[in-house]
């Protein structure tokens, strides 16, 4: 069973950058699908982006294309999400969340995520 831990949640202006790691313990990310979602306050959890590990398949919000980018690092076993020109509104609480799947065949939409992160805090002030 693999653990997850994010970090790199802060506070920064409109139009900053921000970079989140999602770390594992207990087990290589070999094989998953991890993904990062989001639940603004009174809001549903959404999705935002996931990477196949093996393959490096990735997919994306539409709201996100374009600003935010997924990427890993096989050595750290690290996951990242690099946020940049951040919205007001894409102020949340940030989670990664992982599922086996070493073909990414349920990207981009039909994995179902059985490991959470804690979460970290993402406020982007105007």
């Known amino acids: 069973q693999v653990q997850l831990v994010e970090s790199g949640g802060g506070l920064v202006q409109a139009g900053g950058s921000l970079r989140l790691s999602c770390a594992a313990s207990g087990r290589s990310f070999t094989s998953y699908v991890v993904g990062w979602f989001r639940r603004a306050p009174g809001k549903e959890r959404e999705f935002v982006t996931a990477?196949?590990?093996?393959?490096?398949?990735?997919a994306y919000a539409e709201s996100v294309k374009g600003r935010f980018t997924i990427s890993r690092d096989n050595a750290k076993n690290t996951v990242y999400l690099q946020m940049d020109s951040l919205k007001p509104e894409d102020t949340a609480v940030y989670y990664c969340?992982?599922?086996?799947?070493?073909?990414?065949?349920?990207?981009?939409?039909?994995?179902?995520?059985?490991?959470w992160g804690q979460g970290t805090q993402v406020t982007v002030s105007s």
């Open positions: 969340a992982g599922t086996v799947d070493p073909f990414g065949a349920c990207l981009p939409s039909g994995c179902v995520y059985d490991y």
């Open positions: 990477i196949s590990w093996n393959h490096g398949r990735t």
